[in-house]
């Protein structure tokens, strides 16, 4: 393989997750104070999350967009994480946008990372989704996401 050949697994940092104790009172500061606009919001129940996503500008192909995540329960993994991290809520994980999330998982199963689903799950907007475990990634969550085919970006 050459030294130019292209070896990207990812396009571009999807978003960045924000866990939050409530979704209303952390969308008014990212709007109200930080100037975010509201691009999307819906429950994933299978994830156990109210979520909202947050964008800016003209939203273009590769710009990265900003989910915040409130928990449905106390038992669910961002009720957990709140409960574990103070409750006051902070980065979450970090998500990286694929264009065939097969491949690419494909891809780090062969180099030795452990996904957490045997197959991709439905995340924001009937996108496809994984994780990596952070003990994989030196103490990140990584979600990988392959963006529902009528997705704006
Ligand atoms: N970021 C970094 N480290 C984390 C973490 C996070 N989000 N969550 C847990 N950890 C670490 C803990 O600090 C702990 O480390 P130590 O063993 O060194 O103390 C270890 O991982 C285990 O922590 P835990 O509280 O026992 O957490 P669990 O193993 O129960 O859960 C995980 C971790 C990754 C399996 C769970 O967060 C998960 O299933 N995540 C994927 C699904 C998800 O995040 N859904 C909500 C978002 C939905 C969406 O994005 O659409």
């Known amino acids: 393989m050459g030294a130019m050949d292209n070896t990207d697994l990812f396009v571009c940092i999807d978003h960045v997750g924000l866990a939050v104790p409530n979704l209303d009172e952390a969308i008014k500061l990212h709007t109200e104070v ?36 409130a928990p449905l329960s106390e038992q669910s993994t961002i009720g957990k994480w709140l ?38 799950k439905i995340g924001t907007g009937g996108s496809r989704i994984q994780f990596a475990h952070p003990k994989n990634t030196g103490g990140i969550l990584l979600e990988l996401v392959e963006p529902a085919a009528d997705a704006a970006h």
């Not at 129940?45 to 915040?68: F, R, S």
């Not at 902070?90 to 996904?115: H, P, S």
């Open 83 to 120: 409960a574990k991290n103070g409750g006051r809520g902070g980065i979450q994980q970090l998500a990286y946008r694929v264009k065939d999330i097969d491949a690419v998982c494909a891809t780090l199963r062969e180099r030795g990372v452990t996904l957490l689903y045997d197959e991709p």
């Open 34 to 69: 930080f100037g975010w606009r509201v691009l999307h919001r819906e429950t994933n129940e299978e994830q156990g999350v109210e979520e909202a996503m947050l964008g800016t500008g003209d939203q273009h192909v590769e710009n990265a967009q900003i989910q915040l995540l």
